[in-house]
């Protein structure tokens, strides 16, 4: 950390697990520490400071590389790191809140009151953690703007200096000297201005978004905050305030100097005007100018309306791709990702409507702009001949070089203020995000270890989901429990009973209404639905701990690890996809208790782990973890199996948010209790098979033994390459980037989007128009004023002013033609190309999602989305303007002196040569930052979905201190890219300050030869040639950085395509499929080209009308064999005939839409719970009803005000994990189709509903295909056939009766562990 000297502490220490989500993981550990040293700007001399030239060496390197890394960018120096900045931004933030949260860690966690947080306050917070740099920068600004004014003050000396009148000897060169240093210092000192300024926008990003990560570790779990009535908000507008709003504070901080800039240059401006032209003529311009600023407030006023509904849609439009990236394979295996797609595309239309709006208010208002000064010089020429008012050449050019100088600020003008309604906006957002409220202190109470005879202890505890204190509904009543040290603590109930709302109120992560919750000792946490972080095998395990390998390799045994180990390609290196979507539900599940076992705490909490495991694994982990390596150990475990409570000592049975029961086994087992009902349930599940095919029990030994003896064959795949071979690849790759300059096609492709490129066209040529109207009327004036009071004038002042009125009208028309081209350009373009862009994502397949953090989606589908929207129009538009302008002024400046083009030829070459010198450094930095920011948004929504894992663990620290490492890994290429183009432009304006001096010096030279007024028109507007230079160098560097975001669009426009969905040619009856025979034939499947294969030749029948049941160890392939059979995956060989259809041959949607399942991860979506039954709205409210009470959720939704129209929010985070499942059987019952997959979909409920599940099923799907996995051997026990699959080969395939009979069968080895274990629950001790 930084401690209050500014010396840096732990910016170069490597924090574990800091690759995880970083670029890649191929040496991993040197990209993310990043180069050793600091950056050179720390250490730089004067001479290389005020030159830029600290950035030679990494110039040098970008030459010599072609691309750069992170490795090769410095180190942040202290006040511009986070770790540096951070804990004074928190400081300052905390002292402008109205109040103060007194916990004194860099963003710790408070359980309190929340820290209220306004947008004056985060405002003031910004100001004192910078406020020494913005007032230099504030003076450095005066400065420059003093500079500006200087030639147009002394513009009209010059004139008469060429007219041959003096007032002293030289005057004329002195003043040439005078204009030169004025010029370079205006641009010197905006260099250093802005750079410093890009600096502060850049921390304040840093320290705004580890704010808001920090902020969202305080959170509740399920926060309604983040809810509204609709059930809207949630992470998508967590993302944007990362993504967006961070952003738009940090690029108005950069000018944030020229919103009150402008007023000072207007007043030097009126003062010129009054000098040279007169009262009357300045306060006319004053007058004119406050009209205009006048009309744009109330255009300002409705933009901030417009922009803030944009961001509010833009949220939306994010929080539904967040949600339907996340649970795409779902979406595919019912066949409703296009419906998805749909909703998203009428969301983006709201959001195109408002943006829209937004940008059409943005032409209005650089229209008047744009046409301002022109306007006010043509009010002030007129006036003053209106008034009689003698105009000679001189004044007429001073007046101007100051509308000209006045023009840039004016027209900058619209884009600052732009900018501040933005940055007003997201700061309102940012502020409202810091002021939710904290998770609530639920009355828990740390004790000492060994000061207390409980390790957990609720006393009178009441407790709701509700995070707001005035709440009176509890969710838990009336809660009394004590647990002891090393006793084992079983939780039992009904679905939605409150089992694991009980841990979550341990935890303390349930606010409290009233009583106590004390605990004694560290704990761990294991959910319910497995949280993986992206990341390997053995940094998921050692979750931020330092390794012992003894301890490690004790509990990859107990959590039957090592043989899923061998099998994976890189052992406990390979890295987990997102989510953990490269490994089984049984091995996420493993995976998370084995970090629970690694940390070895005092108390475990458990939540129903086994439903996600086997029998066979599950009896095993129990006893090897529960009754083995945790036998010393407080253990807390809700389960739905019974059979694993009669080992418990103390049994807690739940209904309804109470404890009914609570004792020993025995004690509790009464008749007409709960608990007795359970137990039965159980014993009611095991059929008449067993009893007439009984074998014996297996013992704990036992179970090793055959666990042992399960040795892993590494298979050849038929290339005759080992699955585990060095061959092999990570499943997640580092994001793909392109290296050297942005191809001409990605620029091509982009112009020609809308209408083949003719409206760029159109803006080109009325942006020629203009700037030879601008030219024309310029040259009109000077030529038709007399040079000297007493040269009578060319043409009569109403005719002067009549053509300079005909050729400001011109001016007008073609401005706003251009600006309204524009807009319709860059609108047009983006709203095609995110269109393309997002179709084919959605038709990629299945193995791009799993190799894709959603992060890199999402960073396309926010950042460049919005680059592609308003940056590169904006960006397109400058380039044309600057470059016509800067064409026009070389003319101008070689009317007056032709030699001038001498020193222009050299100028432009050298030019070119320092900008292709700058732009690959430049190019790969950007696209490095771009690389970069996918990180900050991935952690940010993995420690969302994670938090309550990571609290559990008090964990915080550590990932907050990751998190900030992250942050600056994302802003040291920003830092240096800011830097960078300071470097070129300082070079090319001294290049355009010696062509002005050579101008002046020729003027003056050959004055005898040239028209004076034409030398000084062309002296004005050489006074412009450091700007349209400087500006034309600066549009293509940022055009190009900015067309990376088009680039990376593109990018993402030529994925693969999975299967069509469908092929018109081959379209099945509709009625297929009519009796659901699955024939499978020597299937092979691997889920990438790289990686081993999964299922090695299965081939099996399963007869039409039967129920058929596929069990295995985890990892055994059995949840690939199902999406093989949905062509989630597509075989590498072999094949799959449903009624004489290769269903290979067929759509995917034809497919999809005529089989159901229930999958292995319950989903909901947000919206209602009609949406999530009947999402095609096919389906009367009757027919949706009577699908309820056959999935005993009818009283459920009875109890809710809105019954079907109930709000289900983001995930379904208002709903058990159980009732998630009834619900998705809901929705196979009302879609009833001849084949039904049960992909353990009964894992997460007690056994009594399990049974009622499995008749529901048997009385509604009785003539159809049932293929159901099961953990449960009840769930299969009863089919009319079992296959078995053991390492993805089909091991057994007959009917229960028959596999039981024979005892040395793998099957018969399943059940007697099952049965073993549920006797001994059913049975009294």
Partial sequence: MVNRSGSLKIVNQHVPNLEVPLLDHDNSKDKVRGCDTLTPYESAGLIQTLCFSWLNPLFALAVEKKTLDLEDVPQLGPSNSVFGAFPLFQTRLLGASSQVNNNGNVGGISSRNKVFTTQLGLAKAYFLLAWKEIIWTALLAIIYTLARYVAPYLIDSFVQCLNGVEAFENQGYILALTFCTAAFLEVFVRRHWIFKMQQIGIRLRGVTTVMLYNKSLTLPSWSSQLQDDQGSGGSGELINAVA?????????????????????????????????????????????????????????????????????????????????????????????????????????????????????????????????????????????????????????????????????????????????????????????????????????????????????????????????????????????????????????????????????????????????????????????????????????????????????????????????????????????????????????????????????????????????????????????????????????????????????????????????????????????????????????????????????????????????????????????????????????????????????????????????????????????????????????????????????????????????????????????????????????????????????????PMSFFDATPAGRILGRCSTDQSALETRIPTLLENLISFTIQLVGTIAMMSTAAWEVLIIFIPLIFTSIWYQQYYMPASRELSRLSRVCEAPVIQYFSETISGITTIRSFDQYSRFQSTYMKIVDAYSRPEFQVAAAMKWLLMRLDAFSCVTFTFLLVFSMYFKDSINPAIAGLAVTYGLTLNGNLSGVIWCLCHLETKMISVERILQYMTIPSEAPLIIQENRPHSSWPLRGEIDIRNLHVRYAPHLPLILHGVTCTFPAGMKIGIVGRTGSGKSTLIQALFRVVEPTAGCIIIDGIDISSIGLQDLRSRLSIIPQDPTMFEGTIRSNLDPLEQCTDAQIWDTLEKCQLGDEVRKMDRDLDSNVHENGENWSMGQRQLICLGRVLLKKTKVLILDEATASVDTNTDNLIQQTLRHHFSDCTLVTIAHRITSVLDSDMVLLLSHGLAKEYDSPSRLLQNKSSSFSELVAEYTSRSSNSVAPN
């Fill in 244 to 844: 967006v709003d961070v952003e738009t504070v940090q690029g108005f901080i950069v000018y944030m100097h020229d919103s009150w800039l402008i007023f000072f240059q207007i007043g030097l401006a009126l003062l010129i005007l009054y000098k040279k032209l007169g009262l009357l003529a300045s306060v006319g311009a004053f007058v004119l100018t406050l009209f205009f600023m006048g009309v744009n407030s109330l255009f300002m006023t409705w933009q901030e309306k417009f922009q803030k509904k944009l961001m509010d849609s833009k949220d939306n439009r994010m929080k539904l791709t967040i949600e339907t990236l996340r649970n795409m394979r779902v979406l595919r295996f019912q066949g409703w990702e296009m419906i998805f797609l749909s909703k998203i595309f009428q969301r983006r239309k709201v959001e195109m409507q408002w943006l829209k709006k937004y940008l059409y208010s943005s032409v209005v208002i650089e229209f008047l702009y744009g046409i301002g000064p022109t306007l006010v010089a043509l009010f002030t020429f007129s006036s003053c001949i209106y008034m009689g008012i003698p105009l000679e050449t001189g004044q007429i050019l001073s007046a101007l070089a100051t509308f000209r100088v006045l023009r840039e600020p004016i027209f900058l003008l619209p884009d600052t203020l732009s900018l501040l309604v933005q940055a007003k906006v997201s700061l309102g957002r940012i502020a409202s995000f810091l002021s939710l409220d904290e998770l609530q202190d639920n009355g828990s109470e740390k004790l000492p270890i060994g000061s207390s005879d409980a390790a957990v202890e609720i006393i009178n505890g009441n407790f709701t989901w509700d995070n707001s204190l005035s709440s009176t509904t509890a969710t838990l009543k009336d809660i009394n429990f004590t647990a002891s040290p090393g006793m084992k603590v079983g939780i039992c109930g009904t679905v939605g009973s409150g089992k694991s709302s009980l841990l979550s109120c341990i935890l303390g992560e349930m606010p409290s209404i009233s009583g106590k919750v004390k605990f004694c000792g560290t704990k761990a946490y294991v959910a319910q639905s497995p949280w993986i972080q992206s990341g390997t095998v053995q940094e998921n395990i050692l979750f931020g701990k330092d390794m012992d390998q003894q301890r490690y390799d004790q509990v990859l045994e107990a959590c039957c690890l090592q043989k899923d180990l061998e099998i994976l390609s890189f052992g406990d290196q390979t890295v987990i996809g997102e989510k953990g979507i490269n490994l089984s539900g049984g091995q996420k599940q493993r995976i998370q208790i084995a970090r629970a076992l690694y940390h070895d705490v005092d108390i475990y909490l458990f939540d129903d782990p086994f439903s996600a495991l086997d029998a066979h694994t599950g009896s095993y982990i129990f006893k090897e973890v529960l009754l083995g390596l945790l036998k010393e150990k407080t253990v807390i475990y809700v389960t739905h199996q019974v059979e694993f409570l009669n080992t418990a000592d103390i049994i807690v049975v739940m209904k309804n948010g109470r404890t009914v029961q609570v004792g020993k086994y025995d004690d509790i087992l009464v008749p007409d209790s709960d608990f007795k009902q359970l137990v039965g349930a159980q014993s009611a599940a095991l059929p008449s098979t067993l009893d007439n095919n009984r074998v014996s029990p297996v013992s704990v030994d036992n179970t090793k033994i055959i666990v042992s003896n399960k040795k892993v064959n590494v298979k050849v795949d038929d290339e005759g390459e080992a699955a585990g071979s060095a061959h092999a690849a990570q499943l997640v790759k580092e994001e793909e980037r392109e290296s050297g300059r942005v191809a001409f096609p990605v620029y091509w492709k982009y112009i020609t989007t809308t209408y083949g490129g003719a409206l760029v066209i159109l803006v080109i040529l009325a942006s020629i128009i203009s700037q030879i109207l601008q030219i024309g009327s310029n040259y009109w004036l000077a030529w038709a004023t007399p040079s000297l009071k007493d040269v009578k004038p060319v043409v009569s002042g109403t005719t002067l002013v009549t053509v300079y009125a005909s050729l400001a009208f011109g001016i007008c028309v073609c401005t706003l033609v251009v600006n309204s081209l524009v807009v319709a350009t860059g609108y047009k373009t983006s709203t095609i190309l995110f269109k393309e862009m997002l179709e084919t994502i959605f038709y990629a």
